[in-house]
């Protein structure tokens, strides 16, 4: 007796086209997040201030997601991506002509409602994009590619970084608008409705913060971005540098 198989579908170009400009973003991202609080920190400002730096972005993030969120389900997902790669790409461009501390601030805060909004609407265009089948597989070639991104762009980032601080934000900030490009061109707006699976009552927030297991999740989660966006990016690299310059 002989049994047909379903076969696999391929992975949808849109979806590599999305993994080649995470790559590009999170190469950049590792160019400029080891200098970002030393560049910061050679306006005169004191340690906290130059964390703060680091700090404002997340806050950004945090503060853009729910309107971001709410962008996507009016406009859709790929003008949204496209739209806050091109904020990322002008604020990072800019940073390289700083001329002052709060210049710094205030664009990497406008950065963050950017990032959010890519990586809010990434996830949408992969959910909407990739067959049921493969959302799983799709989602672990994206995130591949943003990990093997972090993991090269700080050397890289090292090496601009030697020609002066300012030259990685620069690059980062071309390469991020040559990502956006991108995806303007070799993509196209999805159409139709996302089929999901029958999902259960929605629960609310109070529910939630009630359960041991959801408890777990968010302790775990500031973890996770304290010793990464918090110690990893903004203490690290100053603690290094303090080091190698005092012998």
């Known amino acids: 007796m002989s049994e047909h ?24 991202y590792g160019f400029i997040a080891p200098i970002l609080p030393q560049f910061t920190a050679s306006f005169g400002v004191s340690m906290v201030a130059a964390g703060a730096v680091v700090s404002v972005f997340a806050a950004a993030r945090l503060i853009g997601a729910p309107g971001a969120g709410i962008l ?89 970084a030697s020609l002066g601080f300012r030259i990685p934000f620069a690059v980062y900030g071309i390469g991020v608008g040559a990502a956006a490009i991108m995806v303007w061109i070799l993509t196209s707006t999805p159409r139709g409705r996302v089929v999901l699976p029958p999902q259960l009552p929605p629960m609310r927030l109070s529910e939630a913060i009630s359960l041991p297991t959801y408890q777990s999740l968010l302790t775990s989660g500031f973890a996770n971005g304290w010793a990464n966006f918090g110690a990893r990016v903004s203490v690290l690299p100053l603690f290094a540098a303090s080091v190698f310059a005092n012998g």
Request: charged share 10%; hydrophobic share 60%; no cysteine.
């Open 5 to 28: 198989l379903t076969p696999v579908p391929k992975i949808p170009r849109t979806i590599w086209v999305l993994t080649a400009a995470a790559f590009i973003i999170a190469l950049g």
């Open 72 to 160: 996507v389900d009016k406009v859709g997902s790929r003008p949204v991506y496209i739209t806050g790669l091109l904020i990322v790409a002008v604020a990072t461009f800019l940073v390289a002509f700083a001329q002052a501390y709060w210049h710094v601030f205030a664009l990497r805060f406008i950065a963050g409602f950017g990032s959010t909004m890519f990586t809010l609407s990434a996830q949408a265009l992969i959910v909407r994009v990739a067959p049921p089948m493969i959302r799983g597989r799709a989602s672990a070639v994206y995130a591949s590619a943003f990990l093997l991104g972090n993991i090269i762009g700080p050397v890289i980032g090292a090496l601009l």
